[in-house]
């Protein structure tokens, strides 16, 4: 038991609706924008347009084919009114069954009856686990209620009673509770996990309290989450919990009474005697098509039949509505509701389900049958996550069933569980398109599919329990469409799959190189929030799932890897493994031992294999076979689908798919001080692969910045989630030291950006990182991010110290656009004499259209900060308003830049003259040149007509020399120099002023720059000249 006190806050933390995933931690539910789930795919078979099946759709959808679709998802007839077409809905927070009933089930004498909760009919799980249980998603009430004589009093009740219990800890639980009158069920104690105990505790019931007026009610409750049970296999039990001779004790002046029950009525499992079991109030079925449904999405509306959640005080009888703050764009000004509905202090949960739909033939079990499927729809979403939000979330299913057997058992579909990402969705304002792929979410040999939409208040459990709500989510135009499938489904959420890392010792002592093994592990942290720890999953999990009508897995799946290797540290890896190869996954297990179907582990070496400057590449490869091992017809799958660069990508930081790269941080190198030196630069991608990587990449190469040598990357796996991979998750500033520059970017992110470290959140410290990094002075760091600034200001004190006081900037708005005349892409002029942009870079514009829609900061400078840039009135005209577009603040001896415009929405100015490079290009180029780097030499002189700064050598592949050709526009200092793959300077051809001219060149001998014959391999060589640079690759064969 846990005491009141103590467990409260504790229990409201754990009690949720945790969907179906990984059980190694008992993982709660993330948050998401969605777009971080990789899927695997076939190397054999490429889908044909003509070969998919719209099994649903809407009735207009153009691919449609003949006789399509089968099912309706665009909740019109055929007039183009509302019409549900066979879709249902209902409260998920309003049990429609009761699983108490009296039973010997459990019990040490198996003649005695209790109190049971649970249902014989779940099968057993395998082993020693009976059959029986409880299921996911139950809310079950068991009550006593009881007049009392003298209501001008108060009353004292006391129970007590045996309970044997058996639910996953942490997250199912019993209560004994009771309920006051005009007042929610509140609970006096709660048990989970095993054990038998003897239960003993009271209330007081004053006069007000009763029920009625005359009533006292008490209860034993059980609930569980929406994973990890009997139903799943994930938390085998014996039922949720066994109740047994209760006593009831109420004292009600000269009324002093014992109700005691004890269950043995004559076996009958529907006689509780004076106990009832009652089905919960639930906060309603808010589900209805709306028609004309109005948006603030300024590229896409729908004024079709869209279903929504909106509580007008009609839809459901009794809750008088709940009303806009801010948000007014739905029907007369109404909303979701955000306080429960009919269920004080409940939370809203609906969903809405498809019919039931026939899965097309063939299902032979050969060949590429029609096994793939993607569920797609579109919704309205609207859920930003700011300080006073509800936290509501959208969210999808899927289930299917074998209904004749084919391959095992019959299955009723009514009988299968819900299946899905364990992930709720936020994001927008505005309409999004989302294409699921769950084929790896069906049953084998399926016969039957249905699909699930809905609308969940669950941002309670992260602290965001606000009332400015909103009409959102919409929902249309669903889509189930069918296509051929080639070996097992395969799906990973990227914040399940390896992180970028540093060294374990957490500091960087080259005087023992042996000592900096970096461990190989999953992104997320797999600890709960109670444990006040960031505990990053030592394997990374991928689900995997034969799905053919007869197959199975024909071995185990493979995790597949190729390392290029740091040299300086070759003499110090223990771990015997080969630079290329790969290991076997194995069945991932629930805390209890048992596997959670589908799920598989992969690992590497933690010591001895990965070490500074190190990268991996990695794919997953599984294969199914018709009978399992050794069958007939086998069929491979990888993941990613795509592996182009596995092997040759490392010179390109997007030469091979990034989710699949780890980076082992810091690239240490041979030379420098002490023997070593290492990138200076760090660039933290906190906006993963949602875009901008090829803006941000491309300005980087195209500034002279190589990859590996004067910068590193790391990348934070499903970023939009807040799993504690962050900077600070991963590396304290001690680690960071000796990097002289951080890069960071968050895109259009404005949730869990630079994170505080809060358990309840995001357990990664990024903040506290970043600062102690800055205070060892000389350090210079660049910002960029739409809602970076605003995120920071409401996610607590540190980040808010952080915003002020570091990047000296305060905000005024999370939305600039209606503060700067409703400009979606406002032009931006450097403030004149500022010592950053003093170039020819002076205007560039913050691009906000359609579609990517963004909404920009909007921030002024603070204290001795001073503004870099503004924002242009819609006319172009300067200085029409104080919001800084770019702010430069100095900390003791560290400098900050930030810009409440991320890098890659920053646009070319097409008006502006002198330009040589794109627009983002040399805004980067100047911020580094303000931090120290890479001198930029403005081009000189007349160009001659006709030639451009270019490079090219010949022959290539070369030995033993290469002549490299150059050609100037103008006459102009040029640098030309010779690197190896790890960034190492072999030699310097040219550091002097050439004339202008074309086809001019040196030549390269294939030695050192102490005249040594350097080894075959890749080199490259670099031109820096005019303010540009060019880099090309050659190799020296022997």
């Known amino acids: ?95 429609r069954e009761s699983h108490w009933n009296v039973s010997t089930y459990n019990q040490p004498n198996p003649a005695n009856h209790a109190a049971w909760c649970g249902d014989i009919n779940i099968p057993s799980c395998g082993g020693e686990d009976p059959e029986g249980g409880y299921g ?60 038998t105990v003897a239960v003993f505790n009271s209330v007081t019931y004053l006069p007000t309290d009763y029920v009625d007026d005359t009533d006292i ?55 509780f005697g004076i106990w009832t079991p009652v089905l919960p109030v639930g906060v309603g079925d808010f589900a209805q098509i709306w028609t004309g449904l109005r948006d603030i999405d300024p590229c896409v509306t729908n004024f079709t039949p869209q279903v929504a959640f909106i509580d007008d005080g009609i839809v459901v009888p009794g809750t008088g509505g709940s009303e806009c703050i801010n948000w007014c764009y739905g029907p007369g000004g109404y909303i979701v509701t ?57 969210i999808w299913g899927v289930r299917s069933a074998d209904t004749d057997g084919s391959a095992g058992d019959v299955q009723s579909i009514t009988g299968q569980p819900w299946a899905d990402r364990n992930y709720v969705y936020y994001g927008g304002p505005d309409y999004l398109s989302v294409a699921n792929d769950v084929t790896d979410l069906m049953n084998p040999g399926r016969d039957e599919v249905q699909v699930q939409l809905g609308i969940y208040q669950l941002g309670w459990m992260w602290d965001w329990d606000g009332h400015d709500g909103y009409p959102a989510p919409y929902f249309d135009n669903v889509t189930v469409k069918i296509f051929p499938y080639h070996g097992p489904g395969m799906s990973a959420r990227e914040i399940d799959l390896a992180q970028d890392n540093f060294p374990e010792r957490g500091t960087i002592d080259m005087g023992d190189p042996g000592s900096h093994s970096v461990r190989f592990d999953m992104a997320r942290n797999i600890s709960l929030a109670s444990h006040l720890r960031n505990d990053p999953g030592d394997s990374m999990v991928v689900d995997i799932v034969p799905v053919r009508t007869g197959a199975d897995y024909d071995g185990d799946p493979e995790l597949h890897y190729t390392l290029d290797r740091n040299p300086v540290f070759d003499p110090y890896r223990s771990a015997g493994m080969p630079d290329q190869g790969s290991v076997t996954g194995w069945r991932a297990v629930s805390s209890t031992g048992i596997w959670t179907p589908g799920k598989w582990a992969f690992d590497l070496p933690d010591t001895g294999f990965l070490f500074p400057g190190d990268v991996l590449h990695y794919y997953i490869s599984a294969t199914d076979a018709i009978g399992g091992q050794g069958g007939s017809d086998p069929q491979t799958a ?13 010179d390109d930081p997007m030469g091979y798919n990034s989710t699949f790269v780890v980076h082992a941080l810091p690239s240490i190198f041979s030379g420098g001080g002490a023997g070593f030196g290492q990138a200076e630069i760090l660039f933290l991608n906190d906006f993963a692969n949602r875009g901008g990587e090829n803006e941000w990449y491309t300005a980087l190469r195209n500034s002279g910045a190589i990859y590996g040598y004067d910068y590193d990357i790391f990348y934070t796996n499903g970023p939009t989630s807040g799993v504690g991979n962050g900077i600070g998750g991963r590396a304290s500033h001690l680690m960071l030291a000796d990097y002289e520059v951080i890069i960071y970017t968050s895109g259009d992110l404005g949730v869990n950006t630079i994170a505080n470290g809060d358990f309840q959140n995001d357990p990664g410290d990024d ?38 006081q570091y990047m000296g900037v305060s905000v ?12 979606t892409s406002p032009l931006v002029n450097v403030i004149p004499g500022n010592p950053v942009f003093a170039g020819v870079l002076q205007t560039w514009y913050a691009f906000g259209g359609c579609f990517s829609n963004n909404t920009f900061d909007g921030v002024q400078a603070m204290g001795a900060a001073s503004r870099l840039a503004e924002f242009t009135d819609p006319q172009g005209q300067p200085a029409a308003y104080n919001f800084s577009a770019a702010t430069l603040n100095q900390v003791g001896t560290s400098r900050i830049i930030s810009m409440p415009v991320d890098l890659m929405f920053v646009y070319t100015d097409p008006a502006a003259g002198g330009q040589y490079i794109a627009g983002r290009t040399q805004l980067l180029r100047d911020v580094l040149h303000y931090f120290g780097y890479w ?82 391999g890749v080199y490259f060589y670099e031109a820096r000249a005019l303010g540009d640079v060019r880099i090309g690759k050659t190799t020296l064969l022997k």
């Open 638 to 650: 990888l993941m990613p689908a795509d592996t182009t660069g596995f092997s040759t990508g490392f």
């Open 812 to 823: 005024t708005t999370r939305s600039i656009r209606s503060f700067i005349g409703n400009q």
């Open 338 to 394: 955000t306080t429960g509905g009919m269920l004080r202090n409940g939370h809203l949960n609906n969903v809405i389900e498809s019919p039931v739909m026939d899965w097309p033939d063939p299902k032979s079990g050969t060949g590429p049958d029609d096994d793939g499927i993607i569920f797609a729809f579109q919704v309205f979403r609207h859920e930003d996550l700011t300080y006073d939000a509800p936290g509501i979330f959208y």
């Open 767 to 804: 903040v506290g990182t970043l600062t102690n990094w800055l205070d060892i002075g000389g350090k210079d760091m660049f910002l960029t991010g739409d809602n970076l600034a605003s995120d920071l200001v409401q996610s607590g004190a540190a980040t808010l110290d952080f915003a002020e």
């Open 935 to 1016: 001198d930029i030499i403005e081009p000189s002189g007349v160009d001659v007509p006709g030639i451009t700064f270019q490079t090219s050598n010949y022959p290539n592949p070369f030995n033993p020399s290469t002549t490299i050709k150059y050609s100037l526009p103008s006459a102009g200092h040029l640098k030309l120099c010779v690197y190896n793959v790890r960034g190492q300077l072999v030699k310097t051809l040219i550091d002097g002023v050439r004339p202008a001219g074309v086809d001019q060149t040196v030549v390269w001998d294939g030695t050192d720059e102490r005249g040594s014959s350097a080894a075959s």
């Open 217 to 271: 009610l008490v209860y034993f409750r059980f609930t569980s989450d929406g994973g990890w049970s009997d139903d799943d296999c994930s938390y085998p039990s014996a039922g949720g919990c066994q109740i047994d001779d209760i006593n009831v004790h109420i004292v009600n002046g000269a009324f002093d009474a014992n109700f005691f029950e004890d269950f043995e009525h004559g076996g009958d499992p529907d006689d």
């Open 136 to 195: 996911n998603s139950w809310s079950e009430l068991l009550e006593f209620r009881q007049a009392v004589p003298n209501t001008g009093i108060g009353s004292l009740v006391t129970i007590t009673a045996t309970l044997i219990h058996d639910s996953e800890p942490g997250y199912d639980y019993t209560y004994l509770s009771y309920r006051y009158s005009g007042q929610a069920i509140a609970d006096m104690q709660w048990w989970d996990g095993i054990g």
């Open 1 to 95: 038991m846990q005491s009141p006190t103590l467990a409260r806050s504790f229990f409201i933390l754990l009690l949720v609706f945790s969907l179906v995933s990984f059980v190694q931690a008992n993982e709660l539910p993330r948050y998401t924008l969605g777009g971080d789930v990789l899927h695997g795919g076939s190397v054999d078979l490429a889908k044909a347009g003509g070969d998919t099946i719209n099994l649903m759709a809407a009735r207009h959808d153009p691919t449609n084919g003949p006789g399509e679709p089968s099912y309706y998802g665009d909740f019109e007839d055929a007039e183009g009114d509302p019409a549900w077409n066979g879709w249902t809905h209902y409260d998920v927070t309003a049990p």
